[in-house]
């Protein structure tokens, strides 16, 4: 299994609720990631999980709020968003966080809309 | 990690090799190239990835120049499936796993 799960497909949320993206992988891989891209432009890195630990934020504003419950989930919380926010965010996997062969594996995304 | 420099766009026949440049002249000695595209409404896709020498795999090949400032990915028979944002990027063998895209090359095949 070479897939990288994401659900929902589609979210459309207020800007005073709070929901979760979920993203998932069977793969063994020990890395996995959040990426953020707004329309024609290329996607952004927001957090790093090496190990189930997280190993980089990229500035992320607090109203994003990663979780790695085990070595194949991966949540992203949702809080209070704002309407810039809206866009595809799409999740990765790799064997590792490092070396030299690091191919990410990406899911198709959840698009979100926040009104 | 590096900066890379690509095109905006190409367009490519259908069955021709289609050839997308990319320039990566702050490159260092201890920094890869890696090629990713993504098809429409999808997530990105993996194609190859190098060091210094020239790589070939099902997908693709991978030309770096001798200099390491440039690099070449060459999809040899391209089909109207290959339309696609194609990214060059550059990223140190750390720990980290960082990819960092840059604004890519829209590659058009036509019939």
């Known amino acids: 299994d070479t897939e990288v799960t994401q659900t929902p497909k589609h979210l459309v949320m207020g800007m005073t609720n709070k929901k979760s993206l979920k993203c998932e992988q069977h793969m063994g891989h020990r890395a996995m990631y959040w990426y953020k891209q707004k329309a024609k432009k290329p996607p952004e890195l927001m957090f790093v999980?090496?190990?189930?630990?997280?190993?980089i934020n990229e500035s992320v504003p607090s109203r994003f709020s990663p979780e790695c419950p085990n070595s194949s989930l991966l949540n992203l919380h949702l809080h209070a968003l704002q309407p810039e926010d809206s866009a595809l965010y799409l999740c990765a996997s790799s064997i590792s966080g490092g070396g030299s062969y690091n191919e990410q594996f990406f899911g198709p995304g959840t698009r979100l809309t926040v009104l | 990690d590096a900066k890379t420099t690509q095109p905006t766009s190409m367009d490519c026949a259908e069955g021709r090799a289609a050839n997308l440049p990319c320039n990566h002249s702050t490159i260092s000695g201890n920094e890869y190239v890696y090629w990713y595209r993504q098809i429409h409404s999808q997530g990105p896709q993996y194609i190859i990835h190098?060091?210094?020498n020239n790589e070939t795999n099902e997908m693709a090949s991978l030309i770096i120049t001798e200099d390491r400032k440039s690099s070449t990915l060459i999809l040899p028979h391209a089909t109207l499936r290959d339309t696609a944002v194609y990214y060059c990027i550059v990223r140190l063998t750390s720990n980290t796993g960082k990819l960092i895209f840059g604004q890519g090359t829209t590659l058009q095949v036509k019939p």
């Open positions: 999980y090496s190990y189930e630990k997280l190993s």
């Open positions: 190098g060091l210094k």
